[in-house]
């Protein structure tokens, strides 16, 4: 007697399908995709430059952002994509002045990206919409992209007035003492030192 083993396709088929099921849709197994970002707005804007900001739904997990750009002319269009991050801003950079662009922001999570949030409209200023004659002479743009001044900021005036406060102390103090070894020389004679 042979003994012969046969499987039955339609016991093999189900086990197979779902598991091509599982494959073609991640997001039914462990996880979901973010919703889309809330509250997208623009802010500080400059003739070449604006800041997006959002705020992701709660209890989603997200990774990263992609932001699609565009120029309403047509004429330009740009993508960003950043991952491993929990920023909720962003910078856009290399504007020009005086023209209209969207902006639409998608989160990143873990099982792929949100559907892209509603688009914002703004229009960039013009130059002289928003600087005065000789702010732009030394063209820093790492502050002029994150709102920032060339005048100093809080931090950097603390730690100059404590390093000033500090040096005032110090120099004071060797005064003192100068006029203190002077004083006690007089009194303590040629030759001997003074006790302070």
């Known amino acids: ?14 086990p197979l399908l779902l598991l ?6 991640p997001g039914m197994v462990g996880g979901t995709v973010p919703a889309a ?3 997208v707005s623009v802010t500080q804007l400059r003739a070449d430059s ?8 709660q209890g989603d997990t ?25 920023s909720r801003w962003c910078v856009l950079w290399d504007l020009d002045e005086n023209t209209h662009y969207s902006v639409q922001v998608q989160s990143v ?14 229009w960039t200023l013009e130059r ?19 709102g920032m001044t060339p005048h100093l900021q809080t931090g950097e005036l603390l730690i100059i007035t404590t390093v000033l406060l500090l040096w ?7 005064q003192r003492l100068e006029q203190h070894q002077g004083e006690g020389q007089e009194a303590a004679g040629p030759g001997q030192f003074p006790l302070l």
């Open 168 to 174: 005032a102390v110090r120099h004071h103090q060797g």
């Open 20 to 25: 091509l099921a599982c494959w073609q849709t």
């Open 50 to 57: 604006a800041r997006v900001t959002w705020n992701v739904p």
């Open 128 to 146: 002289t919409d928003h600087y005065p004659a000789g702010v732009l002479d030394h063209h820093e743009p790492a502050m002029e992209g994150l």
């Open 62 to 86: 997200v990774i990263g952002y992609a932001i699609s750009q565009q120029r309403q002319d047509g004429l330009m269009q740009r993508s960003i994509r950043e991952v491993n991050t929990s």
């Open 109 to 122: 999570g873990l099982h792929g990206d949100s559907q892209p949030s509603h688009p914002i409209h703004f």
């Open 37 to 39: 970002p809330e509250n």
């Open 1 to 14: 007697m042979t003994a012969s083993h046969h499987l039955d396709p339609g016991v093999m088929l189900p």
